[in-house]
């Protein structure tokens, strides 16, 4: 009887579990499939890139938790490729592997201050008030009274909300505790997000722009002349039914807001980051208003104006880092790959080597859209290996203990997860509350306290 396949998924989150998925799906089960993260916990950037108060989009995480409860899949955490495992040894241990570990890091600005203390990229701030073990010790200062979010996606609006509601409105997240009591302390009382198009081509959703202005405590703010649109941008405001709605939403923000609010957001448009301001620090984002040229594109009007604002978070993009040994286009900052296929410098597949989500397509869609990228990565995978002779040398158990690595199994996982919903109970706090620190989180995946 042919042995089942065996397939590495290097990376915990949806993309990596929707490929497990597909994976059993599309063999009925007949494979094995084993999921590793350098991290101690699964899901990515659904427990650590979704803010805590969107409980919702959360809920995926159950999703996920079903799979990789499905027989013939199981998780090892805490090994990480490049220092425990190497591109070879996956290889020697599996039939293929499959690359997801997605778009970690963000772009720069490329300005004068950028490197300030108080320049800070959204992805550090994310990953702190989302628990990542890797920011649980990172310190922000609160004490400014005005930050500059430069960006208008999603992700530029969950740090905007997150800076404009109050500790005791988190409470019931599954924010760290050393989150909540920061934000206890913030005396920041008016927030600045910042585009370099105008409202026409903002990229967040309408409903992630409708819950800034429902926010209790916080007063939001368009200037009516940044909402003047273009022909161009006023046909796509008819056209597009995202546009529509997001123009919708944002002329209803050109009254000022109530002054008796704990803060305030502004949202600008036509605005360019030309420099950040400071000395020692950050004391001011001095920006150049902007307009289409004739082709669409953003250019500067040589008109200028400098916020005086003590902290400039940028989220103006992510991108994938390489990986140990695999190719990489440092262009797009993605693997170059036909359909999930990994090729090598000559443009031919790499044999037994996949890619899907992120790195594979660069930071697109939503996570949903990570299952049928993954699904089309696992096709053209089974395509290849089902019916080749094995090549498999030895057992990922062999390998793991011949070099004393203690990996966090799925049960351990269970662990820690229990932990962090025993630790809400006791401090009255909603569902679950995050363990970030590394040591903290190791211990309770060992049953510790």
């Not at 190497?86 to 499959?98: E, G, H, K, P, T």
């Not at 800034?212 to 003047?228: R, W």
């Not at 697109?364 to 990570?370: I, Q, R, S």
Request: with cysteine.
């Amino acid at each position: 009887m042919a042995q089942p396949v065996r397939v590495a998924v290097i990376g915990s989150g949806p993309a990596g579990i929707y490929a497990a998925e597909a994976l059993v799906k599309q063999t009925d089960g007949d494979v094995r499939v084993d999921v590793f993260d350098r991290l101690p916990t699964p899901y990515g950037l659904v427990r650590y890139g979704v803010a805590p108060d969107h409980k919702s989009i959360k809920a995926i995480a159950r999703y996920l938790q079903k799979v990789l409860e499905t027989p013939g899949v199981r998780f090892f955490g805490c090994v990480e490729l490049g220092r425990d495992l190497s591109r070879a040894d996956l290889l020697d241990c599996y039939d293929a592997v499959i690359y997801s570990t997605g778009a970690m890091v963000d772009r720069h600005m490329r300005i004068p201050g950028e490197d300030l203390p108080g320049s800070i990229a959204a992805t550090d701030f994310v990953n702190w008030y989302c628990g990542h073990p890797d920011a649980a010790d990172h310190e922000f200062d609160l004490s400014v009274e005005e930050v500059a979010v430069i960006g208008v996606g999603n992700v530029a609006v969950d740090v905007v909300r997150i800076l404009a509601k109050t500790a005791d409105e988190l409470r019931e997240t599954d924010a760290p505790e050393q989150v909540i009591e920061a934000l206890s302390g913030s005396r920041v009382k008016r927030v600045h997000m910042i585009g370099r198009r105008g409202p026409a081509q903002a990229k967040f959703t309408t409903k992630e722009a409708r819950e800034l202005g429902e926010l209790p405590n916080a007063g939001i703010h368009v200037s009516p002349e940044d909402m003047d649109l273009d022909p161009a941008s006023a046909e796509l405001a008819e056209s597009d039914r995202h546009v529509r709605g997001n123009v919708k939403v944002l002329n209803t923000w050109t009254e000022e807001p109530p002054a008796d609010r704990l803060r305030r957001i502004d949202v600008r448009f036509w605005r360019a980051p030309a420099e950040i301001v400071g000395t020692e620090r950050v004391e001011g984002l001095r920006l150049e208003k902007t307009r289409l040229d004739d082709d669409g594109r953003v250019t500067g009007t040589g008109e200028f104006e400098t916020l005086p604002v003590g902290m400039v978070l940028r989220s103006v993009g992510y991108q994938s880092v390489p990986l140990d040994g695999v190719p990489f286009d440092e262009r797009s900052h993605t693997v170059p790959n036909d359909g999930g296929r990994i090729l090598g410098p000559d443009g031919s597949p790499v044999p037994r080597e996949y890619v899907a989500g992120w790195i594979k397509r660069g930071p697109t869609g939503v996570v949903g859209t990570n299952k049928s990228d993954a699904a089309e990565t696992v096709r053209n995978l089974l395509a290849d290996v089902t019916g080749s002779p094995t090549r498999r040398k030895l057992t990922i158990e062999e390998l793991l203990e011949s070099r004393g690595l203690r990996v966090v199994t799925y049960d351990d996982w269970l662990n820690l997860d229990a932990a962090e919903i025993a630790l809400a109970r006791r401090l009255d706090r909603g569902e679950r509350v995050k363990l970030a620190r590394w040591e903290a989180m190791t211990s309770a995946c060992r049953g510790r306290e």
